[in-house]
């Protein structure tokens, strides 16, 4: 069974850009795949940021923005603010009607 | 503004069952596919079940196929999740959620808790 994969965690400085991926456990993310990117806060829900590979949601600042970099989806944060720390989601079209999640990244901005 | 508004969670006894529903406004409701989407406390989101904007197709996660079921009423704006033979691990928050083909609108979510 195909897994999709994010990194566990990362961190980055105040102010800095950070890139976090999402894959494949076998085969290759496109934009077939509609990657979309959620953010989650401790107890709230899920907010997606970015949808269909590199669509901004409504309200979503420009810092935000979604890419296929190369076998994987990505989600670069530019000009990180400490609000920023929380858990981000990627969740993919896996081709036969099913999504699947990432196992989440928990962003730490220190 | 989507608006997503899920209720009918709650605690129930393993074996149970539980019927989710989730109203929501600000869209075409039977335009849109809808999917639910669960979480258990602490642990990651988890892909549930689909159905496309009809109701003609559904298809679930392996783990709770032939247990639940996905439905929805077009002229009610209501989408539904009736939850059978429910064992320990199906605890979590369960999101009501728009997206052709993924998920990307959320409703605030509601717990479901299984346990004797």
């Known amino acids: 069974q195909t897994v999709v994969t994010q990194e566990p965690s990362f961190s980055v400085s105040p102010g800095g850009t950070v890139t976090l991926t999402c894959g494949l456990s076998?085969?290759?993310?496109?934009?077939?795949?509609?990657p979309s990117w959620s953010q989650q806060t401790p107890g709230q829900a899920p907010r997606t940021l970015i949808f269909?590979?590199?669509f901004r949601s409504s309200g979503v600042p420009d810092r935000f923005s979604g890419s296929i970099v190369g076998n994987k989806a990505a989600l670069t944060i530019t000009g990180a603010q400490a609000d920023d720390e929380c858990d981000y989601y990627c969740?993919?079209?896996?081709?036969?009607?099913?999504?699947?999640f990432g196992g989440g990244t928990r962003l730490t901005v220190l | 503004e989507v608006h997503l508004v899920e209720s009918g969670g709650g605690l129930v006894q393993p074996g149970g069952s539980l019927r989710l529903s989730c109203a929501a406004s600000?869209?075409?409701?039977?335009?849109?596919?809808m999917h639910w989407v669960r979480q258990a406390p602490g642990k990651g989101l988890v892909w549930v079940s689909r159905?496309?904007?009809?109701?003609?197709?559904?298809i679930y996660a392996d783990s709770v196929k032939g247990r639940f079921t996905i439905s929805r009423d077009n002229a009610k704006n209501t989408l539904y999740l009736q939850m059978n033979s429910l064992r320990a691990d199906d605890t979590a928050f369960y999101y009501c959620?728009?997206?052709?083909?993924?998920?990307?609108?959320w409703g605030q979510g509601t717990l479901v808790a299984v346990s004797s």
């Open positions: 959620t728009r997206g052709n083909p993924v998920p990307n609108s």
């Open positions: 600000g869209f075409t409701f039977s335009n849109s596919w």
């Open positions: 159905i496309n904007s009809d109701g003609r197709t559904t």
């Open positions: 076998s085969g290759s993310v496109s934009s077939s795949s509609y």
């Open positions: 269909s590979t590199n």
């Open positions: 969740v993919l079209y896996m081709g036969d009607g099913t999504s699947a």
